[in-house]
């Protein structure tokens, strides 16, 4: 069965930073392309990384330069590295994966709240 | 960037027919993809490659695209169908992500 768990979040400050992790099973997370979507509170989803199979990696303008996708194949597990937060930045962050070969979203995680506040 | 547009919100009584639109140029081109999102929940795959169902989705979940505008279709609408949906194509030439900014399905 796949699951894909997220971890790491919580309150941090403008200009601090915070590492998630989502890990992954039922699947290897090298085989998939997989990515970070966030939802701000009362917002709707908004895409923020993606990680493709080969190791390739993009990012929403919003989070350029602030944010890096990994993943650690022998942990089977995906993290979102993000530095300089802000107040913006506050948002419900799941990891989701492709489905193979494909360019939707056939699983998600339950999402990890982070909150960037002073 | 590519831009998905969808009503705020689309209002229907039980048993109606709700259908929830997705503007984007020329998206037909596109193949789209739809979620449901109940409050506190993850997103949920619904419709996707345009209309073909992930295995669990009632018949009742159903979808078109052509030209400018794809359409989720929800027949027979139940109380539990009420939460947001989401439009979502995968676009080259931006960022590869595109999300609709979503619509509200509000059972009467």
């Known amino acids: 069965e796949v699951q894909l768990v997220e971890s790491g979040g919580g309150l941090v400050q403008p200009g601090g930073s915070l590492r998630l992790s989502c890990a992954a099973s039922?699947?290897?997370?090298?085989?998939?392309?997989m990515s970070w979507v966030r939802q701000a509170p009362g917002k709707g989803l908004e895409w923020v990384s993606v990680?493709?199979?080969?190791?390739?990696?993009y990012y929403a303008d919003s989070v350029k330069g602030r944010f890096t996708i990994s993943r650690d194949n022998s942990k089977n597990t995906l993290y979102l590295q993000m530095n300089s937060l802000r107040a913006e930045d506050t948002a419900v962050y799941y990891c989701?994966?492709?489905?193979?070969?494909?360019?939707?979203?056939?699983?998600w995680g339950q999402g990890t709240l982070v909150t960037v506040s002073s | 960037s590519y831009v998905l547009t969808q009503p705020p919100s689309v209002s229907v009584a039980p048993g109606q027919t709700a259908r929830i639109t997705c503007g984007g140029n020329?998206?037909?081109?596109?193949?789209v993809h739809w979620y449901q999102q109940k409050p506190g929940q993850a997103p949920v795959l619904v419709v996707y490659?345009?209309?073909d169902r992930p295995s669990g989705i009632p018949e009742r979940f159903s979808g078109s695209n052509s030209g400018n505008t794809a359409t989720l279709t929800i027949s027979r609408v139940e109380a539990g169908d009420e939460a947001d949906y989401y439009c979502?194509?995968?676009?080259?030439?931006?960022?590869?992500?595109?999300f609709g900014g979503g619509t509200k399905l509000t059972v009467l």
């Open positions: 989701a994966r492709f489905a193979r070969g494909e360019y939707y979203f056939d699983y």
């Open positions: 039922g699947f290897t997370v090298s085989s998939n392309y």
């Open positions: 990680i493709y199979s080969g190791g390739s990696t």
């Open positions: 020329n998206i037909g081109s596109k193949s």
């Open positions: 490659d345009d209309s």
């Open positions: 979502q194509v995968w676009d080259s030439s931006s960022d590869p992500v595109v």
